[in-house]
């Protein structure tokens, strides 16, 4: 059974940083690399989002409310993908979520990790 676990939330004030982990278990290290993920949020009221998804071949999308202020990374060797989010802004307050795919069809999914950017 695939688990995700996402970490590194908090709270954080405008222009600040974090640095989120989605730690997998469950898909074999030699096919880790070939999974994509994406980074997901949802902020109260609001509707899911997808904010970024590294794919297989490491080809990198973002969407354009976090481009240039966000970045996705991955460590195949820890089965961990990471969203470093810098130049935090109060809209960026939500529950960010990992899953194993760029959509909302993805298979697996965390439990989530709250993000509050507030001053």
């Known amino acids: 059974q695939v688990q995700l676990v996402e970490s590194g939330g908090g709270s954080v004030q405008p222009g600040g940083s974090l640095r989120l982990s989605c730690t997998a278990s469950?898909?074999?290290?030699?096919?880790?690399?070939?999974?994509?993920f994406g980074w997901f949020r949802q902020a109260p009221g609001k509707e899911r989002e997808g904010v970024s998804c590294?794919?297989?071949?490491?080809?990198?999308v973002y969407s354009d409310s976090v481009k240039g202020r966000f970045t996705i990374s991955r460590d195949n060797a820890k089965n961990t993908v990471y969203l470093q989010m810098n130049s935090l802004k109060p809209k960026d307050t939500a529950a960010y979520f990992c899953?194993?795919?760029?959509?909302?069809?993805?298979?697996?999914w965390g439990r989530g990790t709250q993000v509050n950017v507030s001053s």
């Open positions: 469950g898909i074999p290290s030699d096919y880790f690399p070939l999974y994509q």
């Open positions: 899953a194993t795919g760029c959509s909302d069809s993805a298979l697996y």
């Open positions: 590294i794919r297989g071949d490491e080809s990198i």
